[in-house]
Structures are given as C-alpha cells and as structure tokens.
C-alpha cells in the first residue's frame, strides 16, 4: 500500500485506483453480504460505466488511493 494509509479508513466517495486496468472508482456504498463488508464501486472513466462489489479485504490488494493532489 502507499505510505502508511490505512485501507480500513476507505469511506463512501473516495477515489481509488484499480491496480490492474489503471481505472478511476469511486466507493458509492457499504454494504455487509453473508456477514462481510463489501464496498460498491463505479467507475469514473467517462466512457465506462462498470460497476464493481468487492470485500473489503479484496478491495485494499485490488485497488491503491488515487492523489489527486
């Protein structure tokens, strides 16, 4: 992870970036299934709408906080 953020502090609204496609998301909703924290996410590329639900321990090896600086 990058220097020293604390990936159980990710809240609705942050942005982060996916590892692996280089994409923008944005944490849109908390949600619990079968008793796990998952996050939903939407991608913020203006030409690709997908949607993601990932566990939160997923979402912290997927995805790295996006410095918009």
């Not at 994409?23 to 949607?51: G, W, Y």
């Amino acid at each position: 992870m990058m220097g020293g953020h604390n990936p159980d502090n990710y809240q609705v609204g942050d942005i982060l970036f996916d590892r692996k496609s280089n994409l923008a998301f944005k944490i849109t909703e908390d949600v619990m299934l079968n008793d796990i924290p998952h996050v939903k996410l939407q991608c913020q590329s203006p030409d690709d709408a997908r949607t993601k639900t990932l566990s939160r321990a997923a979402l912290s090896m997927n995805f790295a906080p996006l410095d918009i600086g």
